[in-house]
């Protein structure tokens, strides 16, 4: 046992060592939130506002569009045609969309209105051009009709479906929770590929350099094999609990000096903006109040450790036998392929999972061993006895993952065995079974 708590340590000490651990382990949540910001600042549309010119054929629409912040609405000539308005805005540089209004639009429901553009806007600008010339066309149909505007918008209402557990009268908040869990799921499939890599890489190492001629003379392959596994997997465990605390931090002191001014509820006061200040104030509030007392961290963190820890310890298996089985890392992408494909399924089910996280899909989804952590901590997150997963269907799905690690492992140690003293063979499928049958 000294023996393997050797090779233990010496994986432990020689990978946190390196300066790469080092500095991902520092710098990896703020490359996340860098990550995070740059996807949301690349997708965000480049252009704040449009120039738009109008074609109102019914010139009824002049009296009802209006101006804003994202666009600035310029009205055809009405002796103009069509056909010489759309020539107006071909030779017109700053003129971004054209927006055709038939003269029946307001009259009917199947008249379809056309915007056409010189570079294509955002779904978001087409979706809000589309509502406000919806809201246009019924408010004339309003005042047409002879309805009292107050009164219609008194009557005229919009409900949103609160969704309530029955047995505590809370709200849930399903669809934040599903989000942090895809979050931890993300992680998790990183942290297990990346650590099980890891290992299959050091036996490469030690068999090319021949070192595990050496060490099998004190210690049977097996134990080298597993010994290699903790050691690594005490590598994540370190390297995940560092980002957390990291990222702990860099809540409270670096993060809140980048929210921008508009987000600030000081500056939005100062700028007698009251009530969108008090609608900023009450959202962040809304947000505190879900992140603080709506997770439960507790539960969450703990079953995240699980279920890597048994996600990991059943690839990793794997990724040591076929580090075992071959002489170069080119040679393991026919036997990686395999491996990856479960859990890319998995994170491509994402979203039917949070559809209905009490689905048989879900369910199943969550049970199979190369699935299961990906698909649990989703789950997990979204609720536990809240019509998401019962907590019988966690320990079972721990209970399969375990298993079916020492099943795996029984046969991994078998090719291992075989494999890390083979040299100068390429390996194949058919060679496997042989060494598995012996």
Known sequence: MNKIGLIISREYITRVRKKSFIIMSLLGPLLIIGFVWLTAFLTKNDKENYEILVVDESHLFDSILRNSQRYHLQWAPKDKSYEEIQQIFKNDDQLDLLVYLPINLIKTNSMTAKCLYKDIPSTQLQKHLTNIINEAIELYRVSYNNIDITTYRSIKTRINLDVVDIENNANKNIQRKAFVG????????????????????????????????????????????????????????????????????????????????????????????????????????EIIQFVIYDIEWSFLIFFFVLFFLGGYLLYSSLMAAIGAAVDEEVDTQQFLIPLTIPMIFAISMVSKVIDNPSSSVAFWLSEIPFTSPIIMIIRIAMGIGDSSVELWEIILSLFLLVFTFMVTTWFSSKVYSKGVLSYGKKISYSEIFKWLKS
């Open 182 to 285: 895809i979050a931890f799921s993300i992680f998790i499939y990183f942290f297990i590929f990346i650590y099980s890599v890891q290992v299959m890489r050091g036996v490469i190492e030690e068999k090319s350099n021949r070192i595990v001629e050496i060490i099998i003379s004190s210690v049977s392959t097996f134990q080298l094999m597993m010994a290699k596994i903790i050691g690594v997997g005490l590598v994540g465990i370190t390297q995940f609990f560092i980002w957390a605390l990291v990222t702990f931090i860099m809540s409270l002191t670096v993060i809140p000096q980048f929210i921008p001014d508009q987000y600030n509820p000081k500056i939005q006061i100062d700028s007698n903006n009251l009530r969108k200040s008090n609608e900023i104030v009450e959202s962040s509030n």
